[in-house]
């Protein structure tokens, strides 16, 4: 086994508890969290690092990424080599981590070999959790052809660099679910609603049929997963969560009975307001048409007004950011944003215990328990405070660990 190594004098916080504990002693052995403990832990043969009273955090994770789009223009990306994909998603999964984002759940594009590769050793990232490809209907939000392009759409399911493929019928959409979680895929995600980075979809198209959406549903069940959908209106929201839809993406539009609803079935919601604002300020210039920047206040103008309403309903809420190519440098301040309506710690649970209990994986990420995966973020001084710790590409992380691995140690 590996040298264990404890952390002492650490100000824990996880959003297990509102104001965090102080003066705690965490040991770590063969990447996962060992013991918690109030005062010092013995063991002789340990690594010691003393944090002196600096936040201890589980290292964060992000729910809406898509780790293949280096550009904001989907049908592009879509035609890129696989291998130039690849490298690209590589590297901007090596940056997420070094934000301390050390789970990241893609939410359309990522295929398995990416998680196998990182198995294997050959890059380091956060932990990837997939979908495959997302499904969309013909014109829906994963069609990136536009009015004149008429190629058959399955040019682009086995394109690396593609969010989604297209199914239309209840079969097909059957098939699609089935085909994504037979090469991989840990829950299947669906595009429920038109979008903005595609061309021929305005933000208020409902994405499949009831019975395509029910049958889909079906399929992630019987496969013991759950379905995510790209939503922003009120009414596909609320038509979704009626057909058993879990993970509720965007939500921008959302009004209080939908989310009222939302709660009740225990739908967790993953806004992701940082994009619109990202593509607001540089999407033109990173590839985004202009029919697509058109369609940005369409979502952008409602978005802290969705925090509050779900926030009023009671609804559960995990930190996505859904960036894209470069914009991806602004993957932290979506807590900036959050945190101008909601309680700092009910931010941080988002990218904690929340999106933990939206991936499934409660009492292994998000939290710092015993038998957790040793994923760590340490942080010079209190993100309850100010939540802009955060931000800055890991600037004020001087220690990011991941699986009992050193990504980062600054401190000895
Ligand atoms: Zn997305």
Redesign the pocket.
């Known amino acids: 086994m590996t040298q264990a190594i404890i952390f002492e004098n650490a100000r824990l916080l996880d959003g297990s508890s509102p104001e965090g504990e102080h003066d705690r002693f965490v040991r770590i052995e063969g990447g996962l969290i060992r013991e918690v403990s109030d005062r010092p832990i013995a063991d002789g043969g340990a690594r010691r690092i003393d944090l002196k009273g600096r936040t201890l955090m589980p290292g964060l994770i992000d729910c809406?990424v898509?780790v293949i789009a280096n550009s904001a223009n989907f049908g592009q990306n879509a035609l890129l080599p696989d291998a130039l994909v690849a490298l690209q998603a590589v590297k901007l999964m090596g940056e997420m981590l070094h934000r301390g984002f050390t789970t990241v759940r893609d939410?359309?594009g990522a295929t398995y070999a990416l998680v196998e590769a990182q198995e294997q050793g050959l890059y380091v990232g956060p932990r990837l959790v997939i979908c495959g490809k997302a499904l969309s209907q013909t014109g829906g939000h994963a069609d990136f052809r536009g009015r004149y392009d008429n190629r058959k759409p399955d040019y682009q399911t086995h394109q690396l660099g593609s969010l989604g493929r297209i199914c239309d019928g209840i079969d097909a959409c059957r098939a699609a679910a089935r085909d994504e979680i037979r090469q991989g895929a840990q829950f299947v995600k669906i595009m429920a609603n038109g979008g903005i980075a595609s061309p021929t979809d305005p933000i208020a198209f409902l994405g499949f049929s009831d019975a395509e959406i029910a049958a889909i549903v079906e399929e992630a069940h019987n496969a013991q997963t759950y379905v995510a959908a790209?939503l922003y209106t009120d009414e596909g929201i609320a038509r979704a969560v009626k057909l058993g839809v879990r993970s509720i993406?965007h939500a921008n539009l959302v009004q209080a009975a939908t989310a009222r609803l939302m709660h009740e079935r225990g739908a967790i919601a993953c806004p992701?307001l940082v994009t619109y604002e990202a593509l607001n300020n540089e999407g033109a210039s990173y590839g985004l048409p202009p029919s697509s920047v058109a369609k940005i206040d369409d979502v952008r103008l409602r978005g802290l007004e969705s925090l509050e309403i779900m926030r009023e309903a009671g609804v559960t809420m995990a930190y996505g950011t859904?960036l894209l190519g470069a914009m991806h440098r602004h993957q932290s301040e979506e807590f900036v944003i959050r945190g101008r309506v909601l309680p700092a710690i009910e931010v941080i649970r988002s990218a904690t215990v929340n999106a933990a209990e939206l991936i499934g994986m409660t009492g292994k990420i998000g939290t710092i328990k015993p038998d957790a995966y040793a994923d760590f973020i340490v942080v010079d001084g209190d993100p309850l405070v100010d939540l802009s710790l955060l931000t800055g590409q890991g600037r004020n992380m001087p220690v990011i660990m991941k699986n009992g691995d050193f990504i980062k140690n600054e401190l000895n």
């Open positions: 809406h898509h939410v359309g790209h993406e992701t859904d």
